[in-house]
């Protein structure tokens, strides 16, 4: 990833390797919920948001949840595609982003104390964000949401902090789901889902209807043991 913060001297930001997530596209919301369950408001949702900005989001081993342009989908009136400019105006967006470009990346908390490991001149290779994202549109009351939802798989695992007290804090595995409705605002954190007990996030959330609404609910199995037997009752942070 180029970087240059200086504005003079040309730098390259090494990305992390993707091994186990596969990226998600994320253009205009095409679950069908006015077809599937009857409720009109997801049509009017989905051609609110026919237009909004391509986006591929995927994790990488360096810990960062990753958001990348892909442009705009569609034809001008000349019948040209055009990837990287308003659909129906033919000119570039606010802020005008290269195809390929990283709009922004977001680094869950629970792998931040693992990122020394990267700097050790005998690392290996760690997990960090390492599983595939889920995204599902929401209706919270009467608005619908896009929500990005994502675990760690192997990463994040349980890790002690020390700080020179006699109790130590402690990470756990978790789960991150944010808001990604509009495309150029900065995303916005919904819920870390993570406990004690949690064990590795490693599988692919599945998001629910609820039989009294079209409200979300996450659904998630995870069998690998932590490398460390804790207890506690589970929270929501």
Known sequence: ?????????????????????????????????????????????????????????????????????????????????????????????VPNYEIGDEIWGYLPPSVLAHLQLMANVAYEHSFYVDLSPQVVDIKDGSNWRTVLIVGLRLGGAPIELLNGGASNPYTTPEFVSLVLTDPEATPQLIRRLSHDSLGKSTTIPTGLRLAHDMSGSLVRDSRTPSIQSRTGTPTLQ
């Open 1 to 93: 990833l180029p970087w240059d913060p200086s504005g003079t001297t040309a730098k390259v930001w090494r990305m992390g390797d993707v091994i186990n997530s596969q990226p998600v596209l994320v253009g205009q919301p095409s679950s069908g919920y006015n077809q599937t369950y009857g409720d009109q408001s997801y049509a009017a949702y989905r051609t609110a948001q026919a237009q909004r900005r391509q986006v591929s989001y995927f994790g990488s081993n360096d810990g960062i949840l990753h958001a990348t342009n892909l442009g705009f989908f569609g034809a001008l009136a000349q019948g040209q595609a055009s990837y990287s400019k308003d659909p129906l105006t033919g000119t570039p967006p």
